[in-house]
């Protein structure tokens, strides 16, 4: 079983950027494909981002294609989400989540663990 941590939210003015980590423990990362999903006040946990297990394939949701990047350090044990040119839309709990699979899924039933989640804030 993997634990996930995520870091690296915070308050940001729209246009800026921030990096998100999720750190793995208990068990190897690289045996997992890992998505991010966000979950504002009121609303539903949506598909941010994932990658497959070996890397070699991301997806995007259209609201963050381009802004965003997804990308994994096995050795580190963790996944990074890049995001730029942040917008107030953007403002939600960023969830890492990791599933014993070689490909992503885009929907939340799909990942089996999840981290607690870190608070991103853009303000206009």
């Known amino acids: 079983q993997v634990q996930l941590v995520e870091s690296g939210g915070g308050l940001v003015q729209a246009g800026g950027s921030l990096r998100l980590s999720c750190v793995a423990s208990?068990?190897?990362?690289?045996?997992?494909?890992v998505g991010w999903f966000r979950q504002a006040p009121g609303k539903e946990r949506d598909f941010v981002t994932a990658?497959?297990?070996?890397?070699?394939?991301?997806y995007y949701a259209d609201s963050v294609k381009g802004r965003f990047t997804i990308s994994r350090d096995d050795a580190k044990n963790t996944v990074y989400l890049q995001m730029n040119r942040l917008k107030p839309e953007d403002t939600a709990i960023y969830y890492c989540?990791?599933?014993?699979?070689?490909?992503?899924?885009?929907?939340?039933?799909?990942?089996?663990?999840w981290g607690q989640g870190t608070q991103v804030t853009v303000s206009s």
């Open positions: 989540a990791a599933r014993g699979a070689n490909y992503y899924a885009v929907v939340a039933h799909a990942y089996n663990y």
């Open positions: 208990g068990r190897s990362l690289s045996t997992y494909a």
């Open positions: 990658v497959s297990r070996s890397g070699g394939s991301t």
